[in-house]
């Protein structure tokens, strides 16, 4: 039911990505209706002789048939027709990016280890090996509709909003300034979606559940200091943003699109140093020159509590002060620590 074809997402599944963790879905072998892990009603059935093959996931499924749930009996009618087609979800643990080419059919990620959580009998799966006819026979409007129903589907049931909700948006220029604050301000939840990486789908009329805002709410335009922003707070920087490790590949993938489009660099999901993420993520202005001094912003004081910031003579012999404060969102271990946030170096006389 999966193989290492490239699905609609672009992605390649290798089988031995499977092994490690394949004990730990037999253990829990679900059977989902569309991927719905948060509705008793949608466990249609369960899976059994699970097993990692050389060309993929193989599986036999038994149904609840005639056990009092309407879905698992319409969906085993489906799958005794012939017209059923499968999906795997699963909790990416590690993945390699790849340059689109011809030989690998625009494949975008390969996964290399992944945790399986469920499979889901579905209309339009993700695997495109694993259409059936229901799709295959289907006019071109019935495949347009099933095309946007999965769209849909996605921006629904995962917490990583695709790129494809927001659409190939404009850009602001590289330059432009970004008020995260202000834009989710004059935005409603239905213009959230289209602004935001992330959110919370247990509460998606909650202005609150919408994370990682780059686009603003006028016009939708992408902003690429907002995009800068939230691919930091993805990997950690400025305390990190607390979404579940299981969006996070989904949320990078969104965000690595925008990079290309401001043909920008796209750093790799991984863990980074708190030194490496200063390097990638905070932005270090021209210095600013007066009459007194040159002042250096080492760190934005936006992310300082602002009743701590002191001056601090670095040497006065050679002129050299700073002004240090206490970060709002310190990392683990520097709770309460003084920091630079500007090196002033003053002028003689
Ligand atoms: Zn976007």
């Not at 209309?123 to 026979?137: G, K």
């Not at 200091?225 to 930091?232: E, F, K």
Request: charged share 30%; hydrophobic share 40%; proline share 5%.
């Amino acid at each position: 039911m999966s193989n290492e074809s490239v699905d609609r997402d672009g992605d390649i599944v290798l089988v031995a990505a499977f092994k490690r963790r394949l004990g730990i879905y037999r253990s829990h072998p679900v059977l989902l209706a569309s991927h719905r892990h948060l509705d008793l009603q949608a466990q249609i059935g369960e899976a059994y002789d699970v097993k990692a093959v050389e060309d993929g996931l193989r599986a036999k499924f038994k149904y609840y048939v005639g056990e009092g749930n309407d879905e698992a009996d319409w969906a085993f009618k489906l799958a005794a027709k012939g017209k059923a087609a499968y999906s795997i979800g699963f909790i990416p643990h590690a993945y390699e990016d790849l340059k689109p080419s011809a030989t690998n059919k625009g494949a975008r990620r390969r996964f290399t280890d992944i945790e399986l959580v469920e499979i889901s009998q579905v209309c339009v799966p993700s695997n495109r090996d694993a259409l059936v006819a229901c799709y295959e026979e289907a006019e071109e409007p019935d495949r347009e509709l099933a095309d946007i129903a999965l769209k849909m589907f996605e921006a629904e049931e995962k917490g990583a909003i695709p790129y494809s909700v927001h659409g190939d948006t404009a850009k602001a220029p590289e330059d432009a300034e970004w008020d995260a604050g202000t834009e989710v301000a004059k935005a409603d939840v239905a213009q959230l979606k289209k602004m935001c990486a992330w959110f919370d789908s247990t509460a998606p009329d909650n202005k609150t559940s919408y994370k990682l805002p780059h686009h603003r709410a006028d016009g939708n335009t992408v902003v690429w200091r907002a995009v800068r922003a939230a691919m930091g707070a993805l990997l950690g920087a400025r305390g990190g943003a607390d979404i579940p490790t299981s969006d996070k590949a989904g949320v990078h993938a969104h965000l690595a699109k925008h990079y290309k489009q401001f043909a920008k660099e796209v750093p790799p999901l991984k863990s980074y140093s708190e030194q490496e993420l200063e390097a990638l993520f905070i932005e270090k202005p021209a210095p600013d020159v007066t009459e007194n001094y040159i002042r250096i912003r080492v760190r934005d004081p936006g992310d300082f509590r602002e009743d701590s910031f002191r001056t601090v003579w670095i040497s006065r012999a050679q002129g050299i002060n700073s002004v240090q404060g206490k970060r709002k969102s310190p990392p683990q271990g520097h709770e309460g620590a003084m920091v630079v946030q500007s090196f002033l170096f003053m002028k003689d006389g």
